[in-house]
């Protein structure tokens, strides 16, 4: 078994700790000192000096990975999947090769989202200078001029960008189930304009000069409540990116800087801002929401900065773990009326599919997604091979129901159940349901 330098470093001291903490009073100021001293050293520091350079390739072919037919990525001359431990005992070396890889399959993905989907990539923000930085998101053509339904989707927290749900999905699994292109595809086959939020990409870094120092937006001529919660917003997110950025960026070993990208600094912020640069502007009647995760709060912050304008135009909402809380975001009591009518979360649990979950939240209902595994609700799956047509199907009824000016929905349709556990239907048919298709169900 080998040893690493860091370990060979800190044992005698871990070991002189272990004897001082046998002895009685009077040596605590010598376990004191110890623990300063160990305070004092940086780990990292010691872990960077028993590893390899931080020197990885920048395609799939420089890692001798590819795609295959399936969309599983596989090694290029044994056909392997990918292999996190590619070198023994050198834990955090192989992380940051790991991250190496996902940033480039981020882009690999952006590829598909305009070459293999055919969506157009849009600068934002809209009347940004050739000098500031900008962020983006992806559209289907007809986005903005599809006169009937929309779908937007909003993925979660962490290294995750637009089109994806899971980058570890992606590399592990495949690119079905870890990104947003089944959804995608299916939605502009059934009609729908597609929106795909990209609410990670909030800044851009640049090397930092000795003497900078970077200060919040400039939001002098604002009110002071509107500049408090901005505020409090800007740090909030600051804190939970930079956790983020020192494992997404792996090649990163400059001191760096990050530029905020205006009024689109946060997840909440670029949510708001696409919504009302696009969504609201879009000619579709009916707007629906997909949003997993740190999505789901997105939406929720969404609705209490624009209630009107969202219950006149979204639908529905599939959540799928959403971690919104409507205590804490502070959602009055005519949103959380509004969640309960049109929101529906499948969420982490052991218990049989669409099994009701209880929940101390009085916002909207929650059913298990038969799974413990967070990323895994990223998409309904049906029989094998893994299917979305039940989502589209539910999706479909909301738009054709009677209320629409459609025609009378079958009640032995599957999608029956998902659109009674949005509560946008009386309840009726159900059991009818059931007891033709036993199979009827769908999560993500």
């Known amino acids: 078994m080998s040893i690493s330098l860091s370990s060979l470093i800190l044992l005698p001291i871990w070991i002189n700790m272990s004897q001082i903490q046998q002895g009685g009073p009077d040596e605590k100021e010598k376990t004191t000192a110890l623990k300063d001293l160990l305070s004092r ?79 157009k990539k849009i600068f934002i923000p809209v009347d940004a200078t050739e000098s500031e930085p900008k962020s983006f998101i992806f559209m289907s053509e007809d986005a903005l001029t599809n006169p009937q ?78 500049r408090e919660r901005k505020d409090k917003v800007f740090k909030e997110t600051k804190k939970r990116r930079d956790f983020y950025e020192k494992y997404r960026n792996p090649q990163r070993e400059k001191e760096m800087m990050q530029l905020y990208i ?18 609201a502007k879009s000619a579709a009647e009916n707007v629906f929401f997909v949003a997993h995760s740190y999505g789901g709060l997105a939406f929720v912050e969404l609705m209490i900065q624009r209630e009107a304008d969202v219950k006149s135009k979204v639908t529905a909402v599939a959540l799928t773990d959403s971690v919104h809380n409507v205590w804490h975001q ?35 209902p929650r059913v298990s997604a038969a799974t413990l595994q967070h990323a895994e609700r990223r998409i309904p799956l049906g029989e ?34 998902f659109v009674q556990s949005l509560s946008l239907l009386p309840v009726g048919g159900l059991t009818d349901c059931q007891s033709k298709n036993p199979q009827c169900s769908i999560y993500f």
């Open 41 to 119: 050293i940086d780990l990292d520091e010691l872990m960077k000096k028993d590893e390899p350079p931080l020197d990885f390739p920048d395609t799939l072919e420089g890692f001798e990975y590819a795609f295959n037919e399936k969309g599983q990525l596989r090694h290029i001359k044994t056909g392997e999947p990918f292999v996190f431990n590619y070198r023994e005992d050198l834990h955090r070396w192989n992380q940051k090769r790991y991250e190496a890889l996902g940033e480039i399959i981020t882009k690999y993905v952006y590829d598909l989202l305009e070459k293999d989907c055919n969506l």
């Open 330 to 364: 502070e959602a009055g009591k005519t949103i959380r009326e509004w969640m309960r009518e049109n929101c529906c979360n499948w969420v982490s649990s052991s218990e049989p599919l669409d099994t009701s979950v209880e929940s101390m939240l009085p916002d909207c």
């Open 149 to 226: 339904k929309l779908m937007v989707l909003i993925h979660g927290s962490g290294v995750v960008r637009a089109g994806q749900w899971a980058r570890k999905l992606i590399i592990n699994e495949d690119l079905d189930s870890g990104t947003q292109i089944p959804f995608i595809k299916r939605a502009m086959d059934e009609g729908y304009g597609v929106i795909v939020l990209n609410p990670n990409e909030n800044c851009i870094e640049v090397e930092k000069p000795k003497t900078h120092v970077q200060s919040s937006s400039d939001s002098s001529d604002e009110p002071v409540e509107k």
């Open 384 to 417: 094998e091979p893994p299917s979305i047509d039940p989502f589209f199907e539910g999706f479909n009824l909301l738009w054709f129901p009677p209320a629409f000016g459609g025609s009378p929905m079958p009640s032995d349709s599957c999608m029956l159940y």
């Open 262 to 279: 205006r009024e689109n600094g946060s997840p909440e912020e670029h949510t708001v801002y696409v919504w009302d640069h696009f969504i």
